[in-house]
């Protein structure tokens, strides 16, 4: 069956950086569509950024512009977020998915999440 888990969270200080992972089995990153979504409570679910690799696209939110970075290891079926400069209210479980269906903001393949916290 098609999973993949995320890892890479943590508790850091506004400013840091923490890279995420999300390792794929049963689906590859090489031609499957991915994005990045976080949720915090008492927020909407926010994509953060998803991609289109075989046309080498990559769309930021305007939240994170200039701050997060997404890539893939297509060896290693693993996709990453990068990110940087850290904010508060960058606190949220992110979560990877995979697999858009259509045109729309919905993927097939989805993980449990990691929970990523940043202190003032």
């Known amino acids: 069956q098609a999973q993949l888990a995320e890892s890479g969270g943590g508790l850091v200080q506004a400013g840091d950086s923490l890279r995420l992972s999300c390792a794929a089995s049963g689906v590859t990153f090489r031609t499957l569509d991915a994005a990045w979504f976080r949720q915090a409570p008492g927020k909407e679910r926010e994509r953060v950024v998803y991609t289109i690799w075989t046309g080498g696209n990559v769309v930021y939110g305007d939240s994170v512009k200039g701050r997060f970075t997404v890539s893939r290891d297509i060896a290693k079926n693993t996709m990453y977020l990068q990110m940087n400069d850290l904010k508060p209210d960058d606190t949220a479980v992110y979560t990877c998915?995979?697999?858009?269906?259509?045109?729309?903001?919905?993927?097939?393949?989805w993980g449990k999440g990691t929970q990523v916290t940043v202190s003032s």
């Open positions: 998915e995979a697999g858009r269906i259509g045109k729309s903001n919905k993927y097939r393949y």
